[in-house]
């Protein structure tokens, strides 16, 4: 972070010569007063306008310096501003305490969002379908794209700023626990171990749950390319308990269906098509319902939703509308590594 701090007292000068060293960085400069406080940014655009203005050199940054500059405050839902701020093409963010120092920085191309949530990971099946290949090594650790499943999961939660994750491991645990032991994507995962299996929620009970806010709960053997950040903000604008990620399911039926009443025959459809959204495995679940669930019996995900529906609370569901593959099977896993295989020559 110091790298891309100056002092208002530093000269343009040597604003030059640290703008030039952030090769390859945010080329942007957070300027601050003797006392830590910010007071503005610094670009090399910003250099050169002041220049033909008649700055010298040896001008303070202060002379320099953009003084209308955007921040959050740090402890804030801030994920609309940043939203806002990507949109502007700022690409690096500012973190402010109420005093107004730098407690950090957010580099959008990093860090996309702050999402002031928590996440858990389930990844404490046995993965049968996908034997032998997960006799010796649990389904998340399978390699997808020169990478296990779970850590392109763990990668895209930590780009979206979210840093208290929990994996939940049953099922040859202690090899998810050893990959773990050493950060991923800057992350310190937790292993929470079910003492038995639990369903595919049941496990979130183990896991320290906050009193407020909201988690996202997801199975660890998913590639997706979900937007959780626009998920996230979905869940808040429609005040939900629970909001399921769903993914397009369509169903062609190869015969000519009919209507009737009785005996009788209203109509005839030609092979139609039907359309529903199937559940995708993703969830924000308020912190309120997760802390309710009961630590000593099986619970699966659609209890949880049943039971909150039939309770009155608000359950709302999210599309995706770009990659989604489980991984539950061979054809599964393959296609996986033949999507990751294209995307890599790609980018090459």
Not at 51 to 66: C, F, H, K, S
Not at 242 to 262: C, E, F, H
Request: glycine share 6%; aromatic share 4%; with cysteine.
């Amino acid at each position: 972070m110091k790298r891309h701090i100056i002092q208002q007292s530093a000269s343009v000068t040597d604003a030059l010569g640290k703008i030039n060293s952030l090769s390859g960085e945010a080329m942007t400069l957070l300027v601050t007063d003797s006392e830590g406080r910010m007071t503005g940014t610094l670009t090399d655009g910003d250099i050169r306008r002041s220049i033909l203005r008649g700055t010298p050199l040896t001008a303070p940054v202060a002379d320099a310096m953009r003084r209308d500059f955007r921040f959050i405050t740090e402890g804030s839902d801030a994920v609309a501003t940043i939203r806002e701020l990507r949109s502007l093409n700022i690409r690096l963010i500012p973190v402010l305490d109420n005093e107004g120092r730098i407690t950090r920085m957010i580099d959008t191309q990093v860090t996309s969002s702050l999402l002031p949530v928590s996440a858990i990971l389930m990844a404490g099946g046995k993965g049968e379908r996908l034997r032998p290949l997960t006799i010796d090594t649990p389904k998340p650790l399978l390699p997808v794209g020169g990478r296990p499943i779970i850590d392109h999961n763990v990668t895209a939660l930590a780009m979206a700023g979210v840093t208290d994750i929990s994996v939940t491991v049953n099922y040859l645990a202690e090899k998810i626990e050893s990959h773990f032991s050493t950060p991923v994507a800057g992350v310190s995962v937790k292993c929470v171990r079910e003492p038995s299996p639990l369903g595919t929620i049941g496990s979130a009970a183990l896991c320290e749950i906050p009193e407020e806010g909201n988690t996202i709960v997801m199975n660890s053997d998913l590639l997706t390319t979900v937007s959780f950040e626009e998920m996230y903000l979905r869940h808040l604008s429609e005040k939900a308990d629970i909001t399921i990620a769903a993914i397009p399911y369509n169903i062609s039926v190869p015969y000519a269906i009919l209507t009737t009443d009785g005996a009788e025959v209203r109509s005839l459809e030609e092979k139609p098509s039907y359309s529903y959204y199937a559940n995708a495995g993703i969830y924000i679940i308020s912190n309120r319902l997760l802390r309710e669930l009961p630590a000593d019996e099986r619970t699966d995900a659609t209890d949880l939703i049943e039971s909150t529906i039939d309770k009155g609370g608000k359950v709302t569901f999210f599309p995706i509308s770009g990659t989604w593959i489980d991984i539950g099977s061979p054809a599964d896993y393959a296609h996986a590594c033949r999507l990751m295989e294209t995307i890599r020559q790609y980018n090459r």
